[in-house]
């Protein structure tokens, strides 16, 4: 239990960035309600941990994906590890890194198990505002989910989140990590995992998926390109061929056939 004197400050004030210890269990499996991750989560993590990974190389910030953290634990007071599935934080030695660095969390929330549903949505973000991380999101990745994004905000001085929630065709922009901005798909284009757009300085960044469909087509293109290309070179051969065989039989006949 903190002292008195310790018990005045802000929680994030008390905490100690402790070496962390290595972290050898399953990703995104929560061991404590036996909950495997959904292809939806997985997908929807995959998806936004490349992008997001990408905008803070380019932003001088750390990235950091099921890796543990410090926090003050808002019930017991301890400092404990917790782990979040997309986190932007400060540029910091990510081995030792506490809350107080945080800039952006964001919870991917496993609806497939009402118990884990509920630490996502109400521990993970109290732990969050009590530890005065600056902006907590809850995405939602499951198709029949009707929420997609819930984006809270710690205005300076305050202790509690502001919460917006974004619906289809909505958007919201960071304040703690300037230009990145998420945008949540019109309804009819979710699809399981998909439900956000991620734009960072103004620029939509492009999902693996569709990275990975542009370029199916590039080599696609790329073979149709070859292939044309042998039938040309095929093509030019026989008229080689045909035009040997030509000369051959001018000069057989006495005909010169360069003279021709």
């Not at 490349?50 to 990235?63: K, T």
């Not at 543990?68 to 400092?79: A, D, K, L, T, V």
């Not at 999101?137 to 984006?151: G, I, N, Q, T, W």
Request: glycine share 6%; net charge negative.
């Amino acid at each position: 239990m903190p002292t008195v004197e310790e018990a005045d400050r802000a929680p994030a004030d008390r905490l100690v960035p402790r070496m962390h210890t290595a972290f050898d269990g399953i990703p995104y499996y929560d061991a404590e309600l036996d909950v495997p991750q959904t292809t939806a989560h997985r997908i929807m993590v995959t998806e936004l941990s490349a992008l997001l990974a990408a905008i803070a190389q380019e932003a001088d910030l750390r990235f950091l994906s099921d890796e543990p953290i410090w926090y003050i634990h808002p019930e017991s007071e301890e400092q404990r590890a917790f782990y979040g599935d997309l986190v932007l934080a400060r540029a910091t030695d990510v081995s030792r890194i506490t809350a107080r660095d945080l800039l952006t969390v964001i919870e991917v929330v496993s609806t497939n198990d009402r118990r884990r549903a509920l630490k996502d949505m109400r521990l993970r973000r109290a732990l969050n505002e009590y530890n005065g991380v600056r902006e907590f999101a809850l995405a939602f990745p499951e198709l029949e989910d009707p929420r997609a994004l819930v984006f809270c905000r710690l205005p300076d001085g305050e202790l509690e989140y502001e919460e917006h929630v974004v619906g289809p065709g909505g958007s919201v922009r960071s304040e703690a990590v300037p230009g990145l901005e998420l945008r949540v798909l019109p309804r009819e284009q979710w699809t399981a995992g998909y439900k956000l757009d991620v734009y960072f300085r103004g620029e939509l960044r492009p999902r693996l998926l569709g990275e990975r469909e542009r370029a199916g087509r590039e080599r696609e293109r790329a073979e149709r390109e070859r292939e044309r290309a042998e039938r040309e070179r095929e093509r030019a051969e026989r008229e080689r061929e045909r035009a040997e065989r030509l000369a051959e039989r001018l000069r057989a006949l006495g005909v010169d056939p360069e003279g021709t």
